[in-house]
């Protein structure tokens, strides 16, 4: 087993560092994540020597964002149809870009069309991998012009295939660390409202003023949060380094964060940061 040296620490936190400074301004109103998406796809271009053109850089923003609208549409029963034609019409006209973006929406359709119950574990965690997994593999083919059923198998069931990049996988454990996160911030909203989702998979609460019982359920969503950063990185240690780092920090604060948001007279700085299944409370 290797083991990192200090200055090699170093040097994968200044890559990833000059990335996520780099992606800084692409920072969106309702998406938490979208610079740092951009950051881990542009670290895993200089890693792996891929390449992710300013083109294609814009294209992924395209695509994050069009994936917010169409997770509104299954969430919250809400489609912004004028957002949705604006943002289609970005990756429309090349046709390798909407060759993947139909493989990518069947797959999505098909999963959202059979969606768990709240309280069937094993299901909102296999729900949760197949739509992060699909979405992955559309950003990851658009910015690095690869063919998604190059990284995912989306025949008989979503599954990363077995001969997939050496860095789709630990990429992938990494975003579902962070999946985990979003569902913390998204808990209310989401047993309020029948969702699956990691929190849910553990039983909906019917009332979400017992902290003790939020508590237990954030307990066992971290157990997840940890065992998807070790699979990450027990694949590959150095390339994850940055990731782990980022992940622990946003684990640690966003959710504090988030939950001082809710508070009355917030609602604005709320909208900023989060999206509209964060801070929904129907």
């Known amino acids: 087993m290797h083991i990192m040296k200090n200055s090699e620490r170093a040097r994968y936190i200044m890559e990833a560092s000059r990335s996520m400074l780099y992606n800084l301004p692409t920072m969106a109103k309702g998406h938490k994540f979208k610079a740092l998406s951009l950051a881990a796809l542009d670290y895993t271009s200089q890693k792996h020597n891929l390449n992710f053109t300013p083109l294609r850089h814009q294209v992924v923003a395209y695509i994050l964002s069009l994936g917010i609208v169409i997770n509104d549409y299954y969430d919250i029963d809400r489609l912004d149809k004028k957002k949705y034609r604006q943002l289609r019409k970005s990756i429309s006209e090349d046709p390798f870009m909407e ?61 990363i295939k077995p001969d997939a990049p050496v860095w789709f996988q630990p990429l992938f454990f990494t975003v579902m660390a962070l999946q985990v996160v979003d569902d913390m911030i998204g808990c209310r909203g989401d047993s309020l409202n029948h969702r699956p989702s990691f929190f849910t998979a553990f039983g909906e609460l019917q009332n979400l003023t017992d902290i003790k019982s939020i508590r237990q359920h954030f307990s066992k969503m971290g157990k997840l949060f940890n065992d998807y950063l070790e699979q990450a990185k027990a694949i590959d240690p150095g390339y994850v380094y940055p990731f782990i780092l980022a992940s622990k920090l946003i684990y640690s604060t966003l959710p504090k964060i988030a939950e001082f948001l809710h508070q009355p007279g917030l609602r604005y700085f709320a909208s900023v940061l989060l999206t509209d299944r964060d801070i929904e409370q129907k």
Do not use: W
């Not at 574990?121 to 063919?147: H, M, W």
């Open 99 to 159: 060759e993947q973006y139909h493989a990518y929406f069947k797959s999505i359709r098909q999963i959202e069309q059979n969606r768990p119950l709240p309280g069937n574990t094993q299901g909102c965690i296999d729900y949760r991998e197949k739509l992060n997994l699909i979405s992955l593999a559309v950003n990851c083919s658009l910015a690095f012009e690869i063919p998604l059923t190059t990284m995912v198998d989306t025949h008989s069931k979503v599954s």
